[in-house]
């Protein structure tokens, strides 16, 4: 787990409107995929995506959070300044409890 990472919001960090916005569909998954793919990035992803959080984790490369709020900026076409104050990030270890 050396290179493990998330950046995501929940009910905790972000109002339901913000969370609403950045809800993930399966063609915004495969958007984000292609977009770390078409960079060069070997990057291992796995995004959680539910009424209660949404969280994008990396591993292998990890990708950058300013790299990241900005593809989901783009994807789900709305300024990051919406959303940026609301995400959190977590490294490694963390990470992993988070997600379980």
Do not use: W
Not at 19 to 25: G, I, N, Q, V
Not at 35 to 45: I, K, P, Q
Not at 63 to 70: A, I, K, N
Not at 85 to 93: G, I, N, Q, T, V
């Amino acid at each position: 787990m050396n290179h493990l990472r998330v950046l995501g919001l929940n009910h905790t960090t972000s109002p339901l409107g913000v969370r609403e916005r950045l809800a993930f569909s399966l063609p915004q998954v495969r958007s984000l995929l292609g977009e770390l793919r078409s960079a060069d990035r070997s990057t291992e992803l796995v995004v959680v995506s539910t009424c209660n959080r949404v969280e994008v984790y990396t591993a292998a490369r990890p990708v950058e959070r300013d790299e990241l709020t900005q593809l989901m900026s783009r994807l789900f076409e709305i300024p990051s300044t919406l959303f940026e104050s609301h995400l959190f990030a977590h490294h490694d270890h963390k990470a992993a409890r988070n997600l379980f």
